[in-house]
Nanobody, 118 residues
Framework: QVQLVESGGGLVQAGGSLRLSCAAS????????MGWYRQAPGKQRELVAA???????LYASSVKGRFTISRDNAKNTIYLQINGLKPEDTAVYYC????????????WGQGTQVTVSS
């Protein structure tokens, strides 16, 4: 059974930082690309960051320079370090697991809420 469990969300002031974690089980973690998506109220879910099985990363232009995705294959965990939070970063953040290059994502976590106050 595949499980992706996010943690680390919360309420922070603008300019603050958070580190989100996603612990995975039931997948060949080191062979999978992993991604962080977010969905704000009334908006479509969007990819914010992804990391391939080999460690290549990509970021949405809106978060580049503020968000950093990383993975620890020994712990089957990915992280999203978020600095310089803005109110527009408020959303539910989801972890996803996909093929090695991140061309598709098959498994999703339940999400963790990030709320940024101005």
């Amino acid at each position: 059974q595949v499980q992706l469990v996010e943690s680390g969300g919360g309420l922070v002031q603008a300019g603050g930082s958070l580190r989100l974690s996603c612990a995975a089980s039931g997948i060949r973690f080191s062979s999978n690309a992993m991604g962080w998506y977010r969905q704000a109220p009334g908006k479509q879910r969007e990819l914010v960051a992804a990391i391939t099985s080999r460690g290549s990363t990509l970021y949405a232009s809106s978060v580049k320079g503020r968000f950093t995705i990383s993975r620890d294959n020994a712990k089957n965990t990915i992280y999203l370090q978020i600095n310089g939070l803005k109110p527009e970063d408020t959303a539910v953040y989801y972890c996803a697991s996909g093929d090695s290059l991140g061309r598709r994502y098959d498994y999703w976590g339940q999400g963790t809420q990030v709320t940024v106050s101005s």
